[in-house]
């Protein structure tokens, strides 16, 4: 079966902080791609990374970094100095790639909270 | 260039009526997606469209949901005698086949209320 777990439900945090949002999937698929997708209180959901996975190169963009271990089956999303705009549901998604265009396979996101 | 574009944005309508979401994808993706999102839920993948190949519809709650598209352009998400439990935002998402990642585009999503 394949499946993304978000297990924190809700974080708040205040600015400046260091906050980081975990996920954890389950494929027996070798081949997979990973993403994170931030959601705004706008509802539109925005993609903020993409990883496969033969890479597990950790990643750095901004204030925004993804830790990629396939040993623990996770993947996580740090923010580094949060800010209040950073304030969204965040989205863990699994995608195979035993074939194309196969449907993501969502957690079920993770609200996050920053006040000032 | 222009992104995934849904209609209605906003549709309240009566338990037991039927409804009709639409969604635009990106010009030249061949593939559609159509999500749902409950409140306080991550999305639940419901049916998805490559080229003329037949759809996958494993996703499909009922037989009360159908969808359609013609060939690789617009899509419409058919809800027959709604009940409230299927009030949720309704996501299209479209990307381009061939891709060596498929990344999908969304859009803004129909928010659905089922009195």
């Known amino acids: 079966a394949q499946k993304v777990t978000q297990a924190q439900t809700e974080i708040s945090v205040v600015e400046k902080e260091d906050v980081t949002l975990d996920c954890v999937y389950e494929?027996?698929?070798?081949?997979?791609?990973l993403f994170w997708y931030k959601q705004p209180p706008s509802g539109e959901l925005v993609f903020l990374i993409r990883r496969n996975s033969f890479d597990e190169q950790n990643e750095i963009s901004g204030r925004y970094s993804w830790n990629f271990q396939k040993s623990t089956s996770s993947f996580n999303f740090t923010i580094t100095a949060s800010q209040v705009v950073d304030s969204a549901v965040y989205f863990c998604?699994?995608?195979?790639?035993?074939?194309?265009?196969?449907?993501?396979?969502f957690g079920k996101g993770t609200t996050l909270s920053v006040s000032s | 260039g222009a992104g995934v574009s849904q209609s209605p944005s906003n549709k309240v309508t009566e338990k037991g009526k039927d409804v009709e979401l639409r969604c635009d994808p990106i010009?030249?993706?061949?593939?559609l997606y159509w999500y749902r999102q409950r409140l306080g839920q991550g999305l639940e993948f419901l049916i998805y469209?490559?080229?003329?190949?037949?759809?996958?519809k494993s996703g499909l709650p009922s037989d009360r949901f159908s969808a359609e598209r013609t060939g690789e352009s617009v899509s419409t998400l058919t809800i027959q005698r709604t009940q409230q439990e299927d009030s949720a935002v309704y996501l299209c998402a479209s990307s381009s086949y061939g891709t060596s990642y498929n990344e999908q585009f969304f859009g803004p999503g129909t928010r659905l209320t089922v009195l």
């Open positions: 998604a699994l995608q195979t790639f035993n074939q194309a265009g196969t449907a993501l396979i």
């Open positions: 010009s030249g993706h061949t593939a």
């Open positions: 469209f490559q080229g003329n190949s037949a759809p996958d």
């Open positions: 494929t027996r698929d070798t081949t997979y791609y």
